[in-house]
């Protein structure tokens, strides 16, 4: 089942923070951020495991809450170039033959 | 290294018409993906393969859409016959490990109109 994401779209001025919720109905063990810009490939940001370990950008930042199967990516001091549609995608377990399956996406817009 | 290629990146063709995609993941990644991207439906997962073998197929939308994975270095997905309604963007990734925390890598994506 695809994870729901939160808020669809949201616009911001350049230097302003946002936050981008992620909601999944089932038991996750992990969650992929992507950012894709129009017309090109989605871009790895961030992943995140359960039991805490987080690989991905320094300048990013999210959290996982494996009880509430909730995560959040934060983007402070936005800047032009954070523009584009935000995917969090959701791994179900670290068992073998896994898959992910991603959210319907949020749209940021960042204005000078 | 090179990322996921992808070909051809765009593809316009008539309805009824057999439709081929091709992917090459990224050397030594043992997973791939084949995902379908619109506006409706946002990104979605047609199929993905574990060491060669198609482990999920569920997302195929019916028996016009088949994927092969004959080695390791090289996926195809056909459309045969192609309707209009298989316009999208298809992207094709790969993963190393996937199930031990490791995300997936996205190919430029193949570009396709159906007329």
């Known amino acids: 089942q695809q994870p729901v994401q939160s808020p669809q779209a949201v616009i911001l001025r350049e230097g302003e923070d946002a936050v981008i919720n992620c909601s999944s109905s089932?038991?996750?063990?992990?969650v992929h951020w992507y950012r894709q810009k129009h017309g090109e490939a989605p871009v790895f940001l961030m992943i995140l495991l359960k039991g805490g370990e987080q690989k991905g950008h320094e300048k990013i930042s999210a959290s996982f809450n494996e009880k509430k199967q909730q995560s959040s990516l934060y983007l402070t001091a936005s800047q032009l170039s954070y523009s584009g549609t935000y995917f969090c995608g959701t791994g179900e377990s670290n068992f073998g033959n896994e898959k992910l399956t991603f959210g319907t996406g949020t749209r940021l817009t960042i204005i000078p | 290294d090179a990322g996921v290629i992808q070909s051809p990146r765009h593809e316009v063709t008539e309805m009824g018409q057999e439709v081929t995609l091709r992917c090459k993941p990224i050397?030594?990644?043992?997973?791939l993906f084949w995902y379908r991207q619109t506006m409706m439906r946002g990104l979605e997962l047609l199929i993905y393969?574990?060491?060669?073998?198609?482990?999920?197929d569920s997302g195929m939308p019916e028996d016009r859409f088949s994927a092969k994975m004959p080695n390791a270095s090289f996926s195809t997905l056909k459309i045969q016959p192609s309707e209009p309604r298989d316009s999208a963007v298809y992207f094709c990734?790969?993963?190393?490990?996937?199930?031990?925390?490791?995300?997936?890598?996205f190919g430029e994506g193949s570009w396709l109109t159906v007329v």
């Open positions: 050397s030594g990644h043992n997973s």
């Open positions: 393969f574990n060491n060669n073998v198609p482990i999920d």
């Open positions: 990734a790969s993963s190393l490990a996937f199930h031990s925390g490791n995300t997936i890598y």
């Open positions: 089932k038991a996750l063990y992990s």
